[in-house]
């Protein structure tokens, strides 16, 4: 919205500007600051983020040197116009630099006491080191000696001038190396002259030697472009803004808005600034700083700086820069007035900052200042801290915290001493944080055996699909070769909360020879291996990891006390639940996983998937009977023995969810999931079952789908087969009775959940059942059982026909996994094909597996909530796909009103957060 109407501001505004003379004129491109100040720092669309923030901090009263910016109107100007400028700039441009001059008390192309000034890019958002920026402009032939003089040091004047020619004969004129094999020409000059002269060191040639190399620069400017380099001070610096404007749209800006979701229509300002120097002695330098540890929050100076060097020398890495630290002893008086600077900026920006300066002979000026990245961690322990010294409060806070980061605090991590020693072998992509460390296996098979015989696992694989879950299960971490950081392993490791290291290229797997190798190590299957899915890095051997110290107080192995980082979570948390509306809940099966989740902060189950317990230990083989049964009789005698294992399942759910709402969803997926495909075990199933072999082969072949995520599944089963409705029912209410009337009771609330509903005629038939069978188990241990009964919202039809199926349904549940999955007609294990295809061409902004797609699911949701509500006012809404974890949709689903998110039980203390943002972020 915003956008789009400053667009339509900046376009109405020029063609009135461009036709007006100047006087009539009310708008302006230009904006001062200096001892005139015409911006501030909410003024970031117009002026970009540096040249808004210049103006608050020269407003302040920090020392800024004075200049200009042109403002991001000028730029969209400049690319609607073929690359022109709206009529009045030059005149604008004129008279700003006559301030400058007049503050500086020096003149633009004077040969006396000559201005420089810097012309640098500045976006709205930073886009650190993509566009242009020169320094030193202002200089020729003439004002160049004029600075000699007035400094009374020509070396410093002939090496501003050198930098200046490289720069704008690089940026403005285009002389670079010809490709990406050759050198900076440039540079390479550079390089001659000092190996003629046989001096080693930048800082070893004099003045003389300068101006030798200026002269080489300017003979190699005309030759590559057939141009001299201009004298002009004016046509200087136009082909600097003009080269600045032009650089938002090079490749490299290009390609970083469109991994960050920056519009193109956005633009740059351009700033030009008088020009201080950081090169001018021993009394002077140039750094950048955090007023914060960006890495872990702490409350600590953090920084590096470089002596006798200007800006690009930093950056460049030619001399290595000293930390901040160091200041304090070699430029005292520097350092004591930057502590001040420190100070007063997190004062006013309320927020840490990282800021660039420079000291000209020992006076310090202020460059740029932003918002500083950080890491989750130091995300939660500054905003935590600045609350404490009442520099914001918890509201400002809480939005400050991205939702994710949370989980920095949750993760396992690796001893900090076992890390350093360890050997790291190679590098991939940071796709599951954490630490895991484990023997190797290479399939899914392999991670089981391992797993079973006690040992830790690493699965790696050159990629997962969905037939590798169970081995992911069984796994610590995984790492796979290739694969971007939504791939299947990305994905699924982030929904079990596993360690993931995915697209390693450097690392090769070699499955024949059941190797990995990578950094010139050879690794066999069940040798240790280490992955840190929080930096991406590979380790070979074992490393010792350590659970959050956040786990451990949860767990009870630690006191809260003696954790700091548990304290930040904490206060994090506390203050999320004072401020969300929506409730959290958790996909859990088993009761440990409840425990967990209950830990976390989850206020009831969202989503109990009853399958999951089907596959541990015996269970299978009754199951499999169950599956195999070709009758109802048959069908029930093996359900008879299925019984107990679901009763005492739930009751050992009810029991750890203390009176918390559990909803329990009847059986759902395809049954061939739960028949073995592999031919030995068929034999081993034929004779346990005491079967013939061949009766097995030919039910699972009448079993076979070909399309099974669209077939016999869901409420489709419990039709056909309605004994197993009646079982799963009959497991729930006997289990709350038997809890209900322990010796020590606990209250139950169970609410039973019908699967891939899609008419209503569905509901009723599977309602029946259930109403049925809790009558009898109510009536039998003559107790009252609190219980809803409601469906899957999951398929189109179920969404489009809400109204019909709410006058049954006592609550919607959205299975947005597979509501995303029929709504776009697309299968989430088979889109790996076209994903990355889709993801260039910008048709996904984000994985509609991932983050809910609002325009399309979003719009079927909306629908079912307001059509449902229609024939139940107190319908009870809530989700349970994979996106009830992902912080967009938690907002997506506070706005649409929904009761409850329930997502995976390490995502818990993340959709609180995200909950309490959402709710925040509508009060604005
Ligand atoms: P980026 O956005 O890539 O950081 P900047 O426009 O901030 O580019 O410029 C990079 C560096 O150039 C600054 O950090 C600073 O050291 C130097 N610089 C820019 N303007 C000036 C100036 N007016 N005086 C001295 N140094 C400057
Ligand atoms: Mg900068
Ligand atoms: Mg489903």
Not at 32 to 41: L, P
Not at 449 to 473: A, F, H, Q
Request: neutral net charge.
């Amino acid at each position: 919205m915003k956008q789009s109407a400053m667009k339509a501001k900046a376009a109405t505004s020029s063609t009135k500007t461009s036709t007006t003379s100047k006087a009539s004129r009310s708008h302006t491109y230009v904006y001062n600051f200096g001892r005139q100040t015409d911006g501030n720092a909410s003024m970031r669309e117009l002026l970009g983020g540096k040249g808004a923030n210049l103006a608050e901090m020269a407003a302040i009263g920090l020392p800024v040197p004075p200049g200009f910016t042109i403002s991001t109107e000028v730029c969209t100007y400049f690319y609607a116009h073929d690359r022109s400028y709206p009529r009045a700039l030059a005149g604008d441009v004129k008279t700003a630099i006559g301030l400058v001059e007049a503050q500086m008390k020096k003149t633009f192309g004077g040969k006396d006491n000559p201005l420089l000034v810097s012309v640098r890019s500045g976006a709205r958002d930073s886009m650190p080191g993509m566009m242009d920026t020169i320094l030193n402009l202002g200089l020729n032939d003439v004002t160049v000696e004029g600075l000699a003089n007035i400094s009374g040091n020509p070396r410093f004047a002939w090496d501003c001038y050198r930098r200046f020619i490289q720069m704008y004969g690089d940026v403005v004129m285009g002389v670079q190396a010809a490709d990406e094999e050759s050198h900076d020409p440039f540079h390479e000059l550079l390089d001659a002259l000092k190996k003629s002269l046989g001096k080693a060191q930048d800082s070893d040639l004099n003045a003389a030697d300068l101006q030798a190399l200026v002269a080489q620069y300017k003979e190699l400017i005309r030759k590559r472009t057939g141009k001299a380099f201009p004298q002009d001070v004016y046509e200087q610096l136009w082909g600097a803004i003009g080269a600045v404007f032009g650089s938002w749209k090079n490749e490299r800006a290009i390609l970083y808005r469109q991994q960050y979701g920056i519009p193109a229509e956005w633009g740059t300002a351009v700033n030009v600034q008088a020009m201080v120097f950081g090169n001018a002695g021993d009394d002077s330098a140039t750094g950048v700083a955090f007023t914060r540890d960006p890495a872990n929050g702490e409350k600590s100076f953090y920084g590096e700086y470089l002596v006798n060097a200007q800006g690009e020398d930093v950056v460049a890495g030619v001399r290595t820069p000293k930390p901040i630290a160091a200041m304090e002893k070699e430029l005292p008086e520097s350092f004591a007035a930057l502590e001040k600077v420190r100070t007063k900026l997190e004062k006013h920006f309320k927020d840490m900052q990282d800021f660039e300066f420079t000291i000209e002979k020992g006076r310090l000026f202020m460059l740029q200042t932003r918002n500083g990245k950080r890491t989750g961690l130091a995300a939660i322990r500054i905003a935590v801290e600045m609350v404490k010294e009442k520099l914001m409060d918890q509201r400002t806070a809480l939005l400050k915290i991205p939702a994710e980061s949370v989980d920095s605090l949750l993760v396992p991590i690796f001893d900090t001493k076992s890390q350093k020693e360890a050997q790291m072998i190679g590098k991939g992509l940071p796709a599951g944080p954490g630490a895991a460390t484990g023997r190797i296996a290479f399939t899914a098979a392999a991670a089981e055996i391992e797993s079973r015989k006690g040992n830790k696992v690493v699965l790696c694989r050159t990629e997962t699909s969905p037939d590798d879950l169970k081995g992911m299960l069984y796994s610590q971490g995984i790492l796979t070769t290739r694969g971007g950081v939504s791939s299947h392993a990305a994905l699924v490791a982030r929904q079990l909360g596993k360690v993931c290291v995915c697209g390693a290229g450097e690392v090769t797997i070699n499955y024949e020879k059941r190797t990995l190798s990578a950094g010139g190590v050879v690794l066999q299957e069940g040798d240790y291996i280490s992955i840190n899915g929080t930096t991406g890095a590979i380790y070979k051997g074992l490393i010792e990891s350590a659970d959050s110290e956040v786990k451990r107080v949860l767990e009870g192995s630690m006191k809260p006390e003696k954790s700091y980082t548990y304290e930040l979570f904490q206060t994090v948390m506390e203050w999320s639940d004072k401020y969300r509306r929506l409730r959290i809940r958790t996909n859990a099966d088993t009761p440990a996983m409840a425990e967990t989740a209950v830990a976390y902060g989850a206020e009831g189950i969202g989503l109990c998937r009853t399958e999951h317990m089907f596959f541990e230990g015996d269970r299978i083989d009754y199951m499999r009977q169950m599956i195999l049964a070709v009758d109802q009789v048959q069908r029930q005698e093996a359900l008879k023995k299925l019984l107990p294992f679901q009763r005492k399942d739930f009751v050992g759910l009810f029991k750890a969810m203390a009176g918390r709402p559990v909803t329990i969803r009847l059986l759902d997926p395809p049954l061939h999931e739960f028949l073995p495909q592999d031919d030995a075990v068929r034999r081993q199933l034929a004779d346990k079952l005491g079967l013939p072999l061949e009766f097995v082969i030919e039910r699972i072949k009448a079993l076979h789908e070909e399309n099974p995520m669209l077939g016999c599944r869901g409420c489709r089963l419990g039709i056909l087969y309605p004994e197993i409705t009646e079982m799963q029912v009959r497991a729930v209410f006997e289990a709350a009775a038997a809890v209900m009337t322990a010796k020590n009771p606990v209250p139950v609330n169970p609410e039973i959940m019908i699967p891939l509903v899609g008419f209503k005629q569905e509901l009723a038939d599977q309602l029946a059942i259930v109403h049925r069978v809790a009558k009898e188990v109510m009536a039998k241990n003559s107790i009252e059982i609190d219980y809803i009964v409601g469906t899957m919202v999951e398929v189109p039809r179920a969404a489009i026909t809400a109204e019909e199926i709410a006058v049954q349904a006592q609550f919607f549940s959205f299975g947005t996994n597979d509501l995303t999955q029929t709504t776009l007609g697309l299968s989430r294990d088979d889109m790996g094909l076209f994903y990355d295809e889709y993801q260039r061409k910008e048709i996904y902004n984000k994985n509609p597996f991932a983050s809910l797609d609002q325009t399309g699911v979003g719009k079927l949701m909306q629908f079912a909530v307001e059509n449902g509500r229609k024939s139940r006012p107190d319908l009870k809404l809530g989700i349970c796909g994979e996106h009830a974890g992902d912080p967009d949709s938690i907002e997506f689903c506070h706005r649409l009103g929904l009761h409850y998110v329930s997502c995976s039980p390490p995502r818990v203390p993340i959709a609180r957060l995200a909950a309490a943002q959402a709710a925040l972020r509508e009060k604005k």
